[in-house]
């Protein structure tokens, strides 16, 4: 389900518009999610803040920082306010979680079919993440599973997200 208002709990869905952007948009794509416009993901929290995982690691941030960039705010449907609370509460722990490019090495090998030992555990740690699996988690952990396709944890991309839960053309003006 697609907001226009961000409410705790929703997912915000970015385009990054730089050489960094541009190699996850090659990852996604190597990965079997197309060469989409999203290339970050970042959870909304409480009071103006937001959850999001960076290269220097996990961090809370301003929801102003994404004051006039094209967020596309996304949410499964019938997401209860407990559940809402929940995952904000579960987000918090991840912070300073090292952020892993790798993990996106790790996604397409998954996706090649490619037999390297300890791949799923891998793809799977909490340890490190990208900001897709970030959020898939912080969800898991609330008890809202939001992939149901029998997908490996962790094998989640930001535009896995927005074709999960974008459902259709983005509204105009987006």
């Given amino acids: 389900m697609i907001h226009d208002t961000p409410t705790p709990g929703d997912i915000g869905l970015v385009r990054t518009d730089s050489p960094t952007g541009?190699?996850?948009?090659?990852?996604?794509?190597?990965?079997?999610?197309?060469?989409?416009?999203y290339q970050h993901a970042f959870l909304v929290l409480p009071d103006g803040q937001l959850i999001e995982a960076a290269p220097k690691?996990?961090?809370?941030?301003?929801?102003?920082?994404?004051?006039?960039?094209?967020?596309?705010?996304?949410?499964?449907e019938g997401l209860t306010q407990q559940q809402r609370q929940d995952i904000c509460a579960a987000a918090r722990q991840y912070i300073g979680v090292p952020y892993s490019f790798l993990d996106y090495a790790a996604i397409a090998a998954h996706r090649f079919h490619l037999p390297v030992p300890g791949l799923r555990r891998y793809v799977a740690s909490t340890r490190h993440q990208i900001c897709s699996q970030l959020v898939d988690q912080c969800y898991e952990d609330a008890g809202v599973r939001l992939f149901t396709d029998g997908r490996w944890p962790g094998y989640v991309t930001p535009m896995a997200l927005y074709d999960l839960l974008a459902k259709g053309p983005e509204p105009a003006g987006r």
Avoid: A, E
């Fill in 22 to 37: 541009t190699l996850i948009r090659i990852g996604q794509w190597l990965n079997g999610d197309g060469f989409g416009n």
């Fill in 57 to 76: 690691g996990t961090r809370l941030s301003p929801s102003s920082d994404y004051t006039g960039k094209r967020v596309l705010y996304v949410c499964p």
